[in-house]
């Protein structure tokens, strides 16, 4: 699995993504376009095979649109279902984590890996939905 690279929530608003560290990522199936920001590094990951599951953190698209620019799987989970460490003045507890794969079927089985409570995330679910009680 791939952790999300250095790029930040706010810049997935302007739609790329870029390195702080070396040089900006490219969309895997076209270097001349954008992966989309700002989990395009692990969409552009998953995309060019480097990875089989990337994950991401989304406020307003940050999985749904580089996983379209780069013809891959996104999968945002509900605010809660996948625990975030943040204190609790900070705006990050707000972002929804999500998987980002090439097929649905290991998008859902990372989100159901990475799901769970944790009571240092103050809006981390309790309850697990009744079809994953069956597995």
Known sequence: MCAEPVARELRGWLGETKNTLGDDCVN???????????SGGSAA??????????????????IATPSSFCGVVGLKASL???????????LLQWLSNGAIANTVAD?????RVMAGHDPA???????????????
């Open 121 to 135: 995330d103050p809006v981390s679910r309790r309850s697990t939905f009744a079809t994953e009680r069956r597995a």
């Open 107 to 111: 998008a859902a089985l990372a989100v």
């Open 45 to 62: 990951a998953v995309a060019s095979g480097l990875v089989p599951i990337g994950t991401g953190t989304d406020s307003g698209g940050s």
């Open 80 to 90: 809660g279902r996948i625990p975030t460490l943040s204190s609790p003045d900070d």
């Open 28 to 38: 895997p199936r076209d270097p001349t376009r954008t992966p989309g920001g700002s």
